[in-house]
């Protein structure tokens, strides 16, 4: 899924992105990278991304931040921790991923119909509402938000699944204490 090599200019790049990148956590040792490239040699998915770990960490570092933030590389991040074990200068690959990945959604610059950000948003709406989640309701509003046609595709699982008990279409569960579990959840500690 590699992405044609554009020329970037000087004026694309933003020392403010890399600033913010930094104070996150995960991304503070972003400017000790040396570009040895051995996060992207030991990360399975490599060959799946629009951009290595090796070039998301470069291009944050350099401040493109647009690029970084519209790339399909940070929500293809699985989270296995290679790229963070083996990474000669102790930057904390994953995690910075998922700094981006959060400045992404704070922007909305993630790609609208890629199934893993709906899913991250989806997810993380539905444990604020409820506390907890409802797998057949994520399935579903994720086939709608993405893909509806994989719904009707699944029709015929998902009934299967709702007759012999497994799924649950209408049932509301809730935890006690959603205020305190948002207040947690919410970065400046006050319930939402
Ligand atoms: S392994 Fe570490 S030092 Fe090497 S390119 Fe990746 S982030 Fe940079
Ligand atoms: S944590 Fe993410 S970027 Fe690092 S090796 Fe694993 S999949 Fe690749």
Known sequence: MKIKQSIRY???RSSQFT??????PGGEMIQACI????CSGVCPLSNYMDRTPRQIIYLAREGF???VLHSRTIWMCTSCYACSVECPRGIKITD?????KRMAIERGTYPRRFPIPVLARTFFAMVRR???TNESQLAAILFLKTN????LNNARLGLDLIRT???SMFKWERIEGRAELNAILSDDGKPE
């Open 10 to 12: 000087d004026s694309e």
């Open 19 to 24: 600033k913010e990148v930094v104070s996150r």
């Open 35 to 38: 570009q040895c490239g051995t």
């Open 65 to 67: 931040g647009d690029e």
């Open 96 to 100: 910075a991923m998922y700094a981006l």
């Open 130 to 132: 409820n506390g907890r």
């Open 148 to 151: 509806w046609l994989q719904l």
């Open 165 to 167: 008990g497994r799924f």
